[in-house]
């Protein structure tokens, strides 16, 4: 049973980053962990769940990519840093659980304490994430850019002096007693996602007429719930019921996964592109010709064997033509008369009427 400020069943469940280094001079082992692997002459622990860091940040560089991509949705540059921070998570998880940097080694507390203040750091950003779009500041704008990396480091350096302090005994923290550390490792992001699904709840439910990006909070917060229970409650029996194989850890990694991917999902559900100023894809480029209008005599256009038709229909003051560039509707662009726009030339921006026709 969980305990507040108590490590002794938490470890007991799970082989935590933090359980080498508090409760006691050696650290608090689990009941049950996966196998190792023996690659190399070097034992790799938690060969499972190193897989699934890999697949993780693979995944995330790809989401980063597709954020990046959108030039003008709403909280671009605010919620791709959510996705660096996870993606750095990860990395170092992948050094720290598979024992690439051994616990018994001098740097594992500082790596260790590293870690700990880039979760602190991930859900302050998740957190800030959730306002965003309540527009308190202009998105995108230095004051939120600058409010969001700030707070975000206040939380690293609170998370990284409160582990350090801890594995070390300096400062009035001792690892027998590892309450403060215990609220930021785990009270501080259950506050933070339980503040963000809420507030996201409200936004969709107040200003948005669509209602299935609900569905995406919904799956979210349920993959960041079962993970916490399958870690903390059942890691010991899934670990026996497969001879070791696996344990919780691994089904909390794959877990934390999909939530966050739930949280891209949700993001890219509720923000839609300008595409009029978005520069992201390249536009179509038509080389259309002037229409020939008559007939002609021989050696030109229209001359021996050759039949040209006027355009029946005049396209003068009609409608725009497509952003896409081409032909659209009977309706031809000239790139000759395309005018100038921010995102430089050959952005495509149509031509004002009976321009370009």
């Known amino acids: 049973m969980v ?40 034992l790799i622990f938690q060969p499972a769940t190193s897989f699934v860091h890999i697949v993780a940040i693979i995944m995330t560089g790809i989401m980063i990519y597709h954020i990046r991509s959108k030039y003008t949705a709403v909280g671009r540059k605010e919620i791709v840093m959510f996705f660096y921070l996870y993606a750095l998570i990860e990395a170092l998880a992948m050094f720290l659980d598979s024992g690439i940097i051994p616990t018994a080694n001098t ?4 790596f260790a ?3 700990t203040g880039l979760v ?8 800030i994430n959730g306002f965003v779009g309540f527009q308190f500041a202009e998105d995108g704008t230095p004051l939120s850019l600058w409010f969001l990396r700030l707070s975000c480091l206040l939380l690293f350096a609170v998370g990284f002096f409160l582990a350090i302090a801890t594995f070390k005994g300096f400062a009035g923290f001792s690892y027998a007693s590892p309450v403060a550390l215990w609220i930021i490792y785990f009270l501080w992001p259950v506050i933070c996602a339980a503040i963000y699904v809420v507030s996201q709840l409200i936004l969709v439910i107040r200003t948005l007429e669509d209602r299935w990006p609900i569905g995406d909070i919904v799956f979210g917060a349920a993959f960041f719930t079962v993970a916490q229970v399958v870690l903390f409650v059942f890691s010991v029996d899934i670990c026996d019921a497969v001879k070791h194989y696996i344990d919780g850890l691994f089904f909390f990694t794959v877990c934390m996964l999909l939530s966050v991917m739930m949280v891209y999902k949700y993001w890219d559900s509720i923000t839609k592109e300008d595409l009029e100023f978005s520069v992201g894809s390249k536009a179509a480029v038509w080389e259309v010709k002037e229409p020939f ?11 021996p064997g050759e039949h040209w038709e006027e355009d029946a229909v005049s396209h003068y003051g009609g409608p725009a033509p497509s952003l896409i560039g081409g032909v659209s509707g009977g309706q031809y662009y000239n790139p000759q008369h395309q005018q100038q ?16 026709y």
Not at 343 to 356: L, R, W
């Open 3 to 42: 305990q507040f400020g108590s490590f002794d069943d938490i470890c007991g469940q799970a082989a935590l980053v933090v359980c080498p280094l508090i409760g006691s001079s050696q650290g608090l082992e689990p009941t049950c962990y996966s196998r190792n692997v023996d690659i190399g002459s070097t």
């Open 107 to 110: 740097v594992y507390p500082w």
């Open 113 to 115: 304490a590293v870690y």
């Open 120 to 127: 602190a750091a991930e859900y302050c950003c998740l957190l």
């Open 293 to 303: 209008l008559g007939g002609g005599g021989a050696g030109g256009p229209g001359g």
């Open 341 to 356: 726009h921010p995102g430089g030339p050959g952005y495509g921006y149509p031509p004002a009427h009976g321009q370009g």
